[in-house]
């Protein structure tokens, strides 16, 4: 699998950021997201497309289907402003754990 | 809580080899397979590997197969990283993790991460 992920994503403080992770027939794969602030290791905000670790906010939510899946991020906070990254397990593909290339949220 | 602790940085001559451990708890440690991903300065995730610490059983991103070693010790619920033949684009920061359930695909604690600076 090849994903694409838009470079950049701008948002106001509680407005709503979506996050998009594109590949052919993605909505067939678990899609996992992951948040990483600068300085600091990747966190696991959002598994299996649209499943939510304990301790994230109900803020983060996700979904998937077709050859889209989205991260979304609704009333983003100054603290949301981090890097995300998509990432999917394909058997077909070297390496099977496959990132995508990640998205800057900034938060105006 | 489930805790990943990695070793400190490391400085290294191009040709040479960097071992990066990582140290578990808070789990039972052959439950779970641990992952190795690095991220290069300014760029995103690389997944490189990952060891099943019951079986010893391995598994290596081709990219890296033939230069990249991960083993374990079951006695003291650590894994080693160990990568040889190093040259400048081997500078990253390297992460181990957790598989976040069983036989799931995804991962779930990460470490800190371990600067590796590969300089002459």
């Known amino acids: 699998s090849v994903l694409t992920q838009p470079p950049s994503v701008s948002v106001a403080p509680g407005e709503t950021a979506r996050i998009t992770c594109g590949a052919d027939?993605?909505?067939?794969?678990?899609v996992h997201w992951y948040q990483q602030k600068p300085g600091q290791a990747p966190v696991l905000v959002v598994y299996d497309d649209s499943d939510r670790p304990s301790g994230i906010p109900e803020r983060f939510s996700g979904s998937n289907s077709g050859n889209m899946a989205t991260l979304t991020i609704t009333r983003v906070e100054a603290g949301d402003e981090a890097d995300y990254y998509c990432?999917?397990?394909?058997?077909?593909?070297?390496?099977?754990?496959?990132f995508g290339p990640g998205t800057t949220v900034t938060v105006l | 809580q489930v805790q990943l602790v990695q070793s400190g940085s490391e400085v290294k001559k191009p040709g040479a080899s960097v071992r990066v451990s990582c140290k578990t708890s808070g789990y039972i440690f052959t439950d779970y397979q641990i992952h190795w991903v690095r991220q290069a300065p300014g760029e995103g995730l690389e997944w490189m590997g990952w060891i099943n610490p019951k079986s010893g059983d391995t598994n290596y991103a081709e990219k890296f197969r033939g230069r990249v070693t991960v083993t374990r010790d079951t006695s003291i619920n650590t894994v080693y990283m160990d990568l040889s033949s190093l040259h400048s684009d081997d500078t990253a920061v390297y992460y181990c993790?957790?598989?976040?359930?069983?036989?799931?695909?995804?991962?779930?604690?990460w470490g800190l991460g371990t600067q590796v600076t590969v300089s002459s």
């Open positions: 027939n993605i909505g067939n794969e678990n």
């Open positions: 990432q999917v397990w394909d058997t077909r593909s070297d390496p099977n754990y496959v």
């Open positions: 993790a957790k598989e976040g359930g069983h036989n799931k695909d995804y991962f779930d604690p």
